[in-house]
């Protein structure tokens, strides 16, 4: 599932000599000062980690669903700001939804809809390298562009934030979130066609909190004990500065895909957490680019996972370690109980991601992790009205470089060619001959991976047939509820089962690693109406 290139990403070292090697000139000339520094040499657990604000709302204004009916209104404005990463950083220039990055968290309640503002009050130049390149981000379009939409929810398609639906600075546009789906963690984000890998890493993301009657009733630690853990890798010069790479073609910067050597937790770099000795909730997000995470505790202390990407799962799953892909969520409880006094650090292979410094005070803890939490009905491959074999598709150069990604072989602005029935079941299998694991996101709707089966890659990319070469397997146990995006692992046949319900109308699908979905790895799809 590690594939070289990925291996080597994962060593801060391999990652700046990697970088070196790209940009022009740098090798030939190793006195020119360093485009980026080693965050690995900053001191660690040096902040603490920051709680983004909840947000609250501004008003109330009239349901589009029903006008006799008022419902909250919130207004979230993406701005420029400077912010400190790290004690030892000068501030950095972000771009983020209020005044800070993380931006605020939305917490509201299952079948309470609400309406946001979002408004870009950003400046008219972007400060990262645009790709003119890319579909939609032609010289003729305007350099700033943002649309938000909400990854998880089930949004018509008018408030979903379709990548061309995009406003520029001045312009703000007030969607409509029904809310109407299981409790879970969903998080919003940029999604501007051709520049979305340059806003989200630019901070253009927050969580959204869904509650409801089940979760509540299951007593699981809240307050300050339920902490959101939002995980996203950036480099940075020596000015401080998010540093975005570039290719060593000026006309053509795009890169396949960013990896940095800082981490940050909810915008600090490697933070640290006081903790009491008892149990936590984390909500943790994946907002990287492109970075995988492979989540542990250095203690080999468990982590119990009670969620993931659309809701709870039907019992704890307890793991000494688990895999988050881009956009993908886990929701865990950590006892800290018996490890009072201790500083447990959690890691990704090399990189020490925050700290938690556990009290040694006894403390009473009269939360729970429930044994059973949410039944969750498995789907029956036989609903399926329809089969969809989709490949995932990476075009290279010469020297071996990917140039392009494609799904089915097709581009952005072809016609549609998935147009599900409303209220009908699919299975999509994904057909993944890359050396790339790619994390695919259907807007919409919740899905169950089904399984995930190798096949011999040269019979299919020579002559489209596809021979099975092991057996079927079923998800991994941390995944195995409801999801919405879902890693589809090299040399590997993903297969995915989902119903289209809510809404009719154009959404998308896509990688969720941003640099690929910037440059084709995205379609529109269509849910219809019956006939
Ligand atoms: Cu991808």
Known sequence: M??????????????????????????????????????????????????????Q??????????????????????????????????PTQMWGFGSGFPGPTFDVRSGQEIM???????????????????????????????????????????????????????????????NNQEATMLWYHDHAMGINRLNVYAGLFGVYLIRDGVEDSLNLPSGKFEVSLVISDRLFTPEGQLFY?????????WVPEVFGDGILVNGKLSPYLDVAARKYRFRVLNGSNARFYHLSFENGAALNQIGTDQGLLPAPVSLKAFVIAPGERADLV?????????????????????????????????????TALRPIPKMAESQAVKTRLL????????????????????????????????????????VNPTDDAHPIHLHLVRFQILDRRRFDIFSYTSKRELKFTGPAVPPEPWEAGWKDTVRAAPGMVTRIIT??????????????????????????YEVIAAT
């Open 334 to 370: 950590v006892d800290f109980s018996a490890h009072r006094g201790e500083q447990m650090i959690l890691k990704s292979d090399a990189f020490a991601i925050m700290q938690f410094r556990v009290s040694a005070d006894k403390v009473d803890d009269a939360s729970s992790l429930p």
């Open 116 to 178: 946001v503002e979002w408004a870009n009050e950003l400046p008219d130049k972007h400060f990262l390298p645009i790709d003119h390149n890319l579909s939609g981000a032609g010289k003729d379009q305007p350099e700033v562009r943002t649309v938000v939409h909400l990854h998880g929810g089930k949004v018509a398609p008018e408030s979903d934030g379709f990548p061309e639906d995009w406003m520029v600075p001045g312009k703000s546009a007030t969607y409509h979130y029904p």
């Open 245 to 253: 790479p570039v290719s060593d073609k000026p006309d053509a910067p």
């Open 499 to 524: 119903h289209f319900e809510g809404c009719t109308g154009r959404y998308v699908w896509h990688c969720h690693i941003l640099e690929h979905e910037d440059n084709e790895m995205m379609r529109p």
């Open 57 to 90: 709302p501004v008003d109330r204004r009239a349901s589009p669903a029903n006008p006799s009916v008022t419902v909250p209104c919130y207004r979230a404005a993406m701005r420029a700001f400077e912010m400190k990463v790290h004690r030892d950083l000068k």
């Open 391 to 430: 490949s995932l598709d990476e075009y290279q150069n010469r020297v071996a470089e990917p140039v392009l990604m494609l799904l089915n072989g097709t581009y952005w602005h072809q016609p549609i060619t998935e147009k599900p029935v409303l209220n009908t079941t699919e299975i999509w299998t994904l």
């Open 2 to 55: 590690i594939t070289r290139r990925k291996f080597l990403h994962r060593s801060s070292l391999a990652t700046t000599a990697l970088l070196m090697n790209r940009l022009p000139g740098l090798h030939q000339a190793p006195a020119v000062k360093p485009l980026t520094i080693n965050t690995s040499t900053l001191a660690k657990f040096v902040d603490p980690l920051p709680i983004p604000p909840t947000i």
